[in-house]
């Protein structure tokens, strides 16, 4: 069974840090390229960052590029997202998941990030 279960958002003022992680079971992780996506009410999931099964290569959306940074370790079948910068464009629901897709349609619980003063 495939599972995401993402953690690490909260409240933050803008220019402020977040650092989300995301455990993954029920696939080969280490094969994988993944992703994280985010969702702001009333709009479509977007792309935010990915990163190559083995972290050798990322990338980002232009949104957040130079603010945010993807990693992952493989024997914790983990991925991060290092947030800075933060601003109240930023406020949406984070996921993780396959850089290809939902593996499989299957979506974990995501985790609120809100900027806000």
């Known amino acids: 069974q495939v599972q995401f279960v993402e953690s690490g958002g909260g409240l933050v003022q803008p220019g402020g840090s977040l650092r989300l992680s995301c455990a993954t079971s029920?696939?080969?992780?280490?094969?994988?390229?993944m992703a994280w996506y985010r969702q702001a009410p009333g709009k479509e999931r977007e792309l935010v960052a990915g990163i190559g099964s083995a972290g050798g290569w990322t990338n980002y959306a232009d949104s957040v590029k130079g603010r945010f940074t993807i990693s992952r370790d493989n024997a914790k079948r983990a991925v991060y997202l290092q947030m800075d910068s933060l601003k109240p464009e930023d406020t949406a629901i984070y996921y993780c998941?396959?850089?290809?897709?939902?593996?499989?349609?299957?979506w974990g619980q995501g985790t609120q990030v809100t900027v806000s003063s």
């Open positions: 998941n396959s850089r290809t897709g939902p593996i499989f349609g299957s």
């Open positions: 029920g696939f080969t992780f280490s094969s994988r390229a």
